[in-house]
């Protein structure tokens, strides 16, 4: 099994920024797709930004100039550096690791982003 401990979030100004990490334990073997997803409550959990084992990147339109996802040399660690940050940014961040091949998703536990204004 695969674990994903999220850390990184908190409270920051508008126009400010935070570096999201998500680390992994257990077997990640196969893992070929590392992405971030968020979620405010009542609301369908949406995409951010994906990264490739091979090192591909795609973003969802609204962030693309201000946030970069990124992975350690060991790939054990993903992060998302998020910049000139928004009101509208503030949101639960979720990590999502997935084996394409086998179908399987695993998740971090969330890390709680807030931008004031």
């Known amino acids: 099994q695969v674990q994903l401990v999220e850390s990184g979030g908190g409270l920051v100004q508008a126009g400010g920024s935070l570096k999201l990490s998500c680390l992994a334990s257990?077997?990640?073997?196969?893992?070929?797709?590392m992405r971030w997803y968020r979620q405010a409550p009542g609301r369908e959990r949406r995409f951010v930004a994906a990264?490739?084992?091979?090192?591909?990147?795609t973003y969802v339109d609204h962030v693309k100039g201000r946030f970069t996802i990124s992975r350690n040399d060991a790939r054990n660690t993903l992060y998302l550096h998020m910049n000139s940050l928004k009101p509208v940014d503030s949101d639960v961040y979720y990590c999502n690791f997935r084996n394409t091949l086998r179908g399987e998703d695993h998740w971090g536990q969330g890390a709680q982003v807030t931008v004031s204004s």
């Open positions: 257990g077997n990640t073997f196969g893992i070929d797709d």
């Open positions: 990264l490739t084992i091979r090192g591909s990147t």
